[in-house]
């Protein structure tokens, strides 16, 4: 069975800076891509960021030129960079990956980030 550990949550001021980190517990190529959600309290989850096997990122509107998504494949980690925290950025953070060949998508237990202003 999959596992993706996340780590790197916290809380932090508004205008600060925090990195989530993700290890699978097989390697980053088994997957098709993998990337970061959130879901803030009474709202539905939403995509933070993405990244392809080879590297493609795709962001939602209200992270770009704030946070940024990469991959260290030697530590086979996928990591979110996370600049200029607002308030509105307070929510749970899920790693997540595809695996196309089964169709499979599998989640991480979630890390906390709290934004205070």
């Known amino acids: 069975q999959v596992q993706l550990v996340e780590s790197g949550g916290g809380l932090v001021q508004a205008g600060g800076s925090l990195r989530l980190s993700c290890a699978p517990s097989?390697?980053?190529?088994?997957?098709?891509?993998m990337g970061w959600y959130r879901q803030a309290p009474g709202k539905q989850r939403e995509l933070v960021a993405v990244?392809?096997?080879?590297?493609?990122?795709n962001y939602a509107d209200s992270v770009k030129g704030r946070f940024t998504i990469s991959r260290d494949n030697a530590k086979n980690t996928v990591y979110l960079q996370m600049n200029g925290l607002r308030p509105e950025d307070t929510a749970v953070y899920y790693c997540?990956?595809?695996?196309?060949?089964?169709?499979?998508?599998?989640w991480g237990q979630g890390t906390q980030v709290t934004v205070s202003s």
């Open positions: 997540n990956a595809h695996r196309l060949m089964t169709m499979s998508t599998y």
């Open positions: 097989g390697s980053i190529f088994d997957f098709n891509d």
């Open positions: 990244i392809t096997r080879f590297g493609g990122t």
